[in-house]
């Protein structure tokens, strides 16, 4: 990854220019990176707050030759691999990885991943898969402070934006590219268990239209979280977002 690689000052949101760059036909493994974004997105049309000279706005470009029912995987693969280079450059920083797809530090949101998928005409897909990264960020605006973190906040010492750059394109890269030869997530999902923050917890999953309840029983090998409902079956769940119930 980052072969061609796009570094700007200032732009929307790296997702729109990468989406922009695929389809104009930009290979796979292009990144866009920002020092700041004007209209940083989030999950569920949330914004991200995305001040200049603190933290990581990157999104890649992958075009994977596989099925677009594989796509979901994505996120978890992008969650290992962040949590991989976090965990190799802040040793002493207590990660974890939060499902669907961020990364969360004593409660708070570290990392969060956007990754979405485009059909082209000729019935081919391309995905884009962004990040940002709360880095050096210090104090959060008090409107986040509840919910997020960076790595500065949570260890006392300012990080290499550089530095973790690197460290999550070249793991991501490795996975990705492992990924893309397997069927399925088996290959990371002891990584993904090992390092869930919502393991074997009791959970509230919102979703567009109804919102689940039950115990976290792990992952499927296709990154659906196994919740455990009130009457003891296991319910797959695809896609929504995690809140831990008080214990
Ligand atoms: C979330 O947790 O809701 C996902 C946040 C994703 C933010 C990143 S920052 C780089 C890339 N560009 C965007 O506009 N969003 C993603």
Not at 109 to 116: A, P, Q, R
Not at 189 to 211: C, D, M, T
């Amino acid at each position: 990854f980052g072969r061609n690689f796009i570094s700007l000052a200032s732009t929307d949101s790296t997702n729109l220019r990468a989406r922009a760059l695929a389809r104009d036909g930009a290979a796979e493994g292009t990144v866009v990176v920002a020092d700041s974004q004007t209209g940083g997105r989030g999950r569920m049309r949330r914004a991200w707050v995305s001040p200049a000279g603190v933290n990581l706005y990157c999104s890649i470009v992958l075009r994977p030759p596989v099925p677009s029912v594989r796509v979901p995987e994505i996120p978890l693969v992008a969650a290992a691999a962040i949590h991989e280079a976090v965990a190799a450059e802040c040793p002493d920083l207590a990660a974890f990885i939060k499902w669907p797809n961020d990364i969360i530090v004593a409660g708070r949101k570290l990392c969060g991943i956007l990754c979405e998928m485009e059909s082209e005409p000729d019935c081919t897909h391309f995905v884009v898969v962004g990040f940002g990264l709360n880095v050096n960020l210090d104090p959060a605006p008090e409107e986040l402070r509840e919910i997020a973190t960076s790595i500065a906040i949570a260890t006392g010492r300012s990080a290499s934006r550089a530095r973790l750059l690197a460290a999550v394109l070249n793991r991501f890269e490795r996975l990705y590219l492992d990924w893309r030869e397997r069927d399925d997530l088996s290959f990371i999902l002891p990584y993904l268990e090992a390092h869930a923050w919502l393991k074997g917890r009791e959970l509230k999953i919102e979703q567009f239209s109804k919102v689940l309840t039950g115990l976290e029983a792990g992952l499927s090998p296709q990154g659906h979280l196994l919740l455990r409902t009130a009457d003891g079956s296991i319910l797959p769940v695809s896609s929504g977002e995690a809140h831990l119930l008080p214990v």
